[in-house]
């Protein structure tokens, strides 16, 4: 890459999070929702998150935010971001200049080490960590580059994707967790959903995060004759978006409908949509206002399918904007290599 490619962008060390927020609302969307939303998520809603140092940083060019790259706490993966209004936009050289920049100015703000996971956009995860592993290793520090944990895509719905409410659905009872009893069952529930990915969860450490959840009305529960079936835990909180983390159907009661009508209650729910085509939820509307965007990341085609018949834009475009509606993305890490 050219010099003067190089010398356009700037790095930016945010070292109080209130200015990172004020940085990047205007990009305040379901491409910058992990960045965002995590770091939001973090800073209140009763989450815990092991504390630990935070790191915030971003790459802008003539004043516009081109990327981030960010961890809110240590039990917490690294996370780089593009704008929606970037990604796609940039060439070669200066994507690759941007992570050169990200890779040679890191090890100045943090220790080496702690940069063990990334989650983002799978061409920016595979270019930094190959860069990362490079530069690295010109420095004296040995590591070797994994195979990605999962690939996925990310993508979202709006109002003007919702498809219309189906009456189908309303056989089932959708409302949020409350109870000590729907606490003890989620939490059963979360280390199962867990047990297939590469970070499994003990029931304590279940019974914490589930607590946690519901006592922030973040968790929505599915009854079928009034025993508990399946729940969506939402989270990545921001003005204008909300994320669906997880969505669990115990195994006797899958592909009956349950996973696809909690999904569309929620997604209702937290859009504002009237009208709002399900029962058992509350009254009134999210405390902190609707938003604009729903968004949710998928690993396979079946789930995939699901979410195209509720809405989120797979493989399509904003409807409204013109843009795409999705992402490709990668949750990839390095390991010090054993030196023999």
């Not at 590591?143 to 089932?172: E, H, M, Q």
């Amino acid at each position: 890459m050219s010099s003067q490619i190089a010398s356009t962008f700037q790095l930016i060390n945010f070292e109080d999070p209130e200015d990172f927020i004020a940085a990047v609302k205007k990009h305040d969307d379901s491409y910058m929702n992990f960045a965002l939303g995590a770091l939001q998520d973090s800073l209140g809603r009763g989450r815990s998150f092991g504390g630990g140092p935070r790191t915030l940083v971003a790459v802008s060019r003539d004043g516009q935010i081109l990327a981030t790259v960010t961890k809110v706490a240590r039990d917490f993966s690294w996370i780089i971001s593009i704008p929606r209004e970037v990604i796609g936009t940039l060439d070669d050289s200066e994507k690759a200049a941007i992570i050169q920049l990200f890779v040679e100015s890191l090890p100045t703000i943090i220790d080496p080490k702690s940069l063990d996971k990334l989650l983002g956009p799978s061409d920016y995860v595979d270019l930094f960590l190959e860069r990362w592993v490079i530069h690295m290793r010109e420095h004296g520090l040995n590591l070797k580059l994994l195979d990605p944990f999962f690939r996925s895509k990310v993508s979202y719905a709006t109002v003007a994707t919702l498809p219309v409410p189906n009456p189908a659905f309303n056989n089932y009872k959708i409302s949020l967790a409350h109870t000590e009893e729907d606490k003890e069952t989620l939490a059963h529930f979360y280390v199962q959903f867990l047990s297939s990915g590469p970070h499994q969860s003990t029931l304590e450490e279940a019974r914490g995060v589930i607590a946690n959840a519901v006592n922030s009305r973040d968790v929505w529960i599915c009854r079928v004759g009034g025993v508990v079936t399946g729940y969506i835990l939402t989270g990545r909180f921001t003005l204008r978006t909300v994320a669906i983390k997880n969505v669990f159907v115990t195994p006797s009661h899958r592909r009956k409908g349950i996973a696809e009508a909690l999904v569309r209650a929620v997604t209702r729910y937290y859009l504002g949509a009237d009208p709002r085509g399900f029962e058992g939820g509350p009254d009134a509307g999210p405390s902190d206002g609707k938003k604009e965007e729903v968004c949710l990341n998928v690993a396979t085609e079946e789930a995939e399918r699901l979410y195209k018949r509720t809405g989120f834009l797979f493989g399509a475009k904003d409807p409204l904007s013109g843009k795409e509606g999705w992402y490709a993305s990668c949750w990839r890490g390095v390991e010090e290599a054993v030196v023999s």
